[in-house]
Every structure is written in C-alpha cells, then in structure tokens.
C-alpha cells in the first residue's frame, strides 16, 4: 500500500492559501481543517472558503470536519468538491448513515477518532467506511507534539483491516514529521497529515517527497 502525504493547511498562510496549494502540488492530498469553535476550540474556515480552495486546488481536498453536528453539515462539504470527507466518531449522531451520504455524494467518507476514544466499536462497520483517522494529538491546534500512546490504536486497527480483505486507509494526524512518520507508518498507518513539518520547510516539494520516503519504506 502506497503512502499517501497529505499537508494540513492549518500551517499554510491563510491571507494566500491559492499559493500555498500551489507549493504543495505534490502530495496527494491537501488536508482541510474545519472547525467550529465547539467541537474544538478554534475557528478555521467554513463552506464558502472551501468551495473556493476546492476550484483552485491542484491536489484533491481532503476536509476533516472537527465540528458539532456532521449529519447535517458533512454531504455539503462533498457537494463542494471534497474528495475525502472525514467526521468525528465523537460528534456524530448516525455515523454509517453519514457515511453512506457522502459515498453517495462521490467523495470518500472518513471516521476521526480523538486520541482517548476506542477504535474498537467502528472494526465491524469496516465496509462502509473509506478511512480511519486515528488523531495522534488533541484535536484543535496545530503544531502539538505526537502522542505515542495512539501507536497501538493505530496498530489494532490496521490488523483488523488486514484480516477484513478491505481497501480501507488509516490515516494519522498531529505531530506528524521527520521524527515520527516511520513509526506511524509501521503501526500501520498509510496517509500522513503533516502540517507545520511540510508547510515550515524551506524546499516544501523536497519535504513531501522525503517523508513519502521514509513512510513508504514501512507503509504495510
């Protein structure tokens, strides 16, 4: 399985985030923070922004959804253009209905899991999801320093996922850099969120392409 580099552009400069997507045209995704300052305790950028980003972005947006309420909100970031949506476990009321909507909309559909919260209930609902994110900080803030005790979470459900047979990608955020992308991606992990890593580099193409290096040569 391929490693897939995703930078967050929480780290971008936000009064030119058209140029910034263009610095980072070699990742695979470009990972959108939405928060609401309930959820979590920050304010980024809502729908409007993102409809923009999604029209001049030269990388796929992948929108993680750190909000109150995704039922509602979520299918409305997939008819926006995201390509991979991702909810939290914690706030939604219907999670595989959720799900389903934005299949059904075209964009994958993503579970987030906060470091404290169990992986656990969401392995037997595997077939209709796309992704776990396994959050290895504290939702809200980049820059924070990796967790490791999300290391195992990682691993259970990586093992779970192998023993299913489905094409389901796990991916981490927070802290994600140089130091710590080759035991994330020996857990298990397969997409990398790395924001201040990515985005504070100063040959940011060269950055992308050494942190798929390093993850790819553990990736599972």
């Known amino acids: 399985m391929a490693a897939l580099i995703a930078p967050s552009i929480l780290s971008a400069d936000f009064a030119n985030l058209e140029t910034e997507l263009g610095r980072i045209a070699d990742a695979d995704y470009a990972h959108v923070d939405v928060m609401d300052n309930h959820f979590v305790p920050n304010l980024t950028l809502g729908l409007p922004v993102f409809e923009r980003l999604a029209k001049v972005s030269p990388v796929p947006l992948d929108a993680h959804l750190m909000i109150e309420n995704p039922d509602r909100w979520a299918p409305a970031f997939a008819e926006a253009g995201a390509a991979s949506v991702t909810f939290h476990a914690e706030a939604a009321q219907a999670p595989v209905r959720l799900a389903r909507e934005l ?56 093992e ?40 504070g580099a100063q040959d940011v193409p060269g950055e992308i392409a050494t942190l798929r290096d390093l993850a790819g040569r553990h990736t599972h």
């Not at 504290?138 to 290391?151: A, M």
């Not at 299913?164 to 991606?185: H, K």
């Not at 020996?186 to 997409?191: E, H, L, S, T």
């Open 103 to 158: 299949r059904r909309l075209g964009a994958r559909a993503g579970v987030a899991l906060r470091p404290a919260t169990p992986v656990e209930p969401f392995l037997d609902l595997l077939a209709e999801i796309d992704m776990i994110l396994v959050m290895t900080v504290e939702p809200g803030f980049g820059g924070q320093s990796f967790i490791e005790g999300t290391l195992p979470k990682i691993r259970r459900a990586r």
């Open 160 to 199: 779970a996922v192998s023993e299913s047979g489905l094409d389901v990608w796990i991916q981490v955020d927070g802290g994600v850099s140089r130091d710590t992308i080759e035991r994330a991606a020996d857990a298990g992990a397969n997409v990398f969120v790395a924001g201040s890593a990515v985005f």
